[in-house]
């Protein structure tokens, strides 16, 4: 028997007494256990029944959950757990075995808080630092490390994604379904080195594997986080991103996604986490199409409509997952440098200016001026095609981890662009080609202040602009933005275009 220091366990309760609390409403039943409501403790026990997840069917088998249970429990709650009590008979004979708990207030729960609209931010903070710790602490192996793999999530997705296939035509929709699939695929395919490293920085743990609003309460001193999985150690193993986005999940499910944005801020502080923000809308996703399937099982009409929903929540992330390489180019003072900043501080993508490289490249500070006329200096032919090779090269390594890229630079050449979408293509990114447009003589103008100004890393003149017209091949590829109105103004326009959402 297991038990808390300074914790009294009752370590005999009549199974007569149990089945009468039971027989009077007082628990919950649930498909492998009882809760049995006793005062301030709650009795909960194992069922005698097998499924093909868990196989409870005998005494010796509800034992050594109940056990494991209480152990892997302790590392969230250790004062609710308070151990494993054998339950007798009238002769006194132990024929089972319980989890003995503290009893929660149940109008604490975060998931009734959360719908109420009550204050659960400090609680949620609270819940970030316990997982933070707990992951902290948590086992890491070669063998937990396995599951988070590429090919052992795409193993993953695809074995959810034949299960959720019977339930075509009704609830779910098999258009979402072709879609979801797409989207899950094309980010692990092109995100290897993501999942590499993750596994490589020790971030793939033993955790918590269901964390759900219903199952934290947010008390005075301090939050309880109950129930994580104990009948399957692999449903608990996986990135830490994989366990606290299924909170975020739920918290969105619950109408409550500022609460979900909080509480994975609040890890990402707590953790020290450095990810992309690709990877927990990912994982956000699997915990959705989980979800979908679970309620599909369960077969009721609010149980199809649930389904349904959490397939559309699985494809809203997956779509906000897409890694994405955004080309902004066009001539000299269209705009480019102020478009590319707004939209990367808007979104919180990454963006790499050629402007900035050139400079880096040539030893200089990118805002120390270097002037030169068109196609000499540090703009020479030969500069300039080493400039974008290490704009592509700096944009590879940053798609391949995750992140979505913004480049911003004239792409007057074709065969510049063309390497830009063999780019996309081999790191599995979606692309989007911008080109600025504007007046030549509004254009020389913001030139000229530009260069009045004296803290910019573009040495671009009226001059070099006019004299870059003629050589600038066509770009039908591209869509065109007209960079005459404020950028604030153009911005809604762009990200629709891009499918992004700030």
């Not at 919950?28 to 006793?38: A, I, K, P, R």
């Not at 109420?116 to 937990?144: K, Y």
């Not at 992330?317 to 897409?322: F, G, I, N, T, V």
Request: proline share 5%; aromatic share 6%.
């Amino acid at each position: 028997m297991t038990n808390l220091p300074g914790r009294p366990v009752r370590r005999h309760v009549q199974e007569r007494l149990l089945d009468r609390l039971r027989l009077r409403g007082e628990g919950v039943e649930t498909h492998v256990s009882f809760l049995v409501f006793d005062g301030d403790l709650v009795h909960k026990r194992k069922k005698a029944v097998r499924f093909p997840f868990v196989d409870l069917s005998t005494p010796d088998k509800r034992r050594e959950l109940c056990q494991r249970e209480v152990e892997l429990n302790r590392r969230f709650s250790p004062d609710v757990y308070l151990g494993v009590e054998e339950i007798i008979d009238d002769e006194g004979c132990v024929v089972d075995h319980a989890v003995l708990m503290r009893r929660m207030p149940a109008e604490r729960r975060l998931a009734t808080l959360a719908r109420q609209h009550v204050d659960v931010s400090s609680c949620l903070r609270r819940v970030a630092r316990v997982m933070a710790t707990c992951h902290a602490g948590s086992v890491r192996s070669e063998m937990i490390s396995s599951v988070a793999t590429p090919a052992a999530l795409r193993d993953l997705w695809e074995r959810s994604l034949r299960e959720l296939e019977a339930f075509v035509p009704r609830p779910l929709d098999s258009s979402m379904l072709i879609r979801v699939d797409e989207l899950a695929h094309r980010y692990l395919d092109g995100r290897s080195a993501l999942f590499a490293d993750r596994i490589a920085r020790g971030r793939i743990v033993d955790g918590h594997g269901d964390l759900l609003a219903d199952d934290i309460f947010c008390l005075d001193d301090g939050p309880r986080v109950l129930d994580c999985l104990e009948f399957d150690d692999r449903l608990r193993w996986g990135d830490v991103l994989l366990d606290v986005g299924f909170l975020a999940m739920d918290l969105e499910r619950l109408g409550r996604p500022d609460l979900a944005r909080m509480f994975l801020d609040s890890y990402r502080e707590f953790s020290a986490e450095t990810h992309p923000r690709s990877l927990e809308h990912h994982y956000i996703a699997y915990r959705a199409l989980v979800r979908s399937k679970i309620s599909c099982l369960r077969g009721g009409p609010d149980d199809q409509i649930e389904a349904l929903d959490h397939l559309a929540q699985c494809q809203h992330h997956l779509l906000d997952a897409r890694v994405q390489l955004i080309v902004i180019g066009g001539l000299p003072g269209t705009g480019k440098s102020t478009l590319a900043r707004g939209l990367g501080d808007e979104l919180e993508w990454p963006v790499l200016r050629s402007d900035e490289i050139r400079k880096e490249q040539a030893g200089l500070d990118p805002r120390q001026p270097s002037p030169a006329p068109y196609g000499e200096g540090i703009y020479s032919p030969a500069i300039t095609e080493t400039t974008y090779e290490a704009l592509l090269g700096q944009a590879g390594a940053l798609l391949a981890s995750g992140l979505s890229v913004i480049l911003d630079a004239s792409f007057s050449k074709a065969r510049w662009r063309t390497e830009a979408t063999a780019l996309a293509t081999g790191k599995l990114a979606d692309l989007t080609e911008l080109r600025c447009l504007l007046p030549a003589d509004t254009a020389a103008a913001r030139l000229a202040r530009r260069a009045a100004s004296g803290d910019d890393a573009s040495d671009a003149t009226a001059t070099v602009a006019a004299a870059m017209v003629d050589e600038f091949d066509s770009w039908p590829n591209a869509v065109d933005v007209d960079t005459t109105p404020p950028v604030a103004a153009i911005l809604p326009d762009v990200l629709d275009r891009i499918g992004a959402r700030a």
